[in-house]
């Protein structure tokens, strides 16, 4: 009856230890860059330039950078860049234009009266690396 106990323990200890594994790994992935994006004046066209800046010691690949812009609160366009490769502890410059008939149509409103011109624009990059 011994070796029954022991061994339902053995199971039980193995279930708890494989659920733990993935919240873990979930929760332990660093962010291995920093962003920081600028932009000029937005009318019709937008240009939002973007700096990645790998912050590990680990040499990235297959870098893409995903831009929405907002004006107002309210999403207006979003554009896509793929950067390519980025170096260990190295900077990348990027950019993408977002020219759409949302992005006008504020313009066009803040130029009669109708509203505010407040720009936000998120990032968003993912990227791949060898452990």
Partial sequence: MFKRLA???LVAAAATTLMAVPA???TTSAQLIRTKSSWGKCEDTCRIKVRITNISRKNLFNVKLNVTLKVNG???GSCY???GRIAARKVRNTGCTVRTARLSEAWNDY???YGNFRTYAKTSVAYRYYR
């Fill in 7 to 9: 061994a339902t323990a």
């Fill in 24 to 26: 873990e790994a979930t």
């Fill in 74 to 76: 309210r999403k207006v």
């Fill in 81 to 83: 860049s793929n950067v």
């Fill in 111 to 113: 130029v009669d009266g």
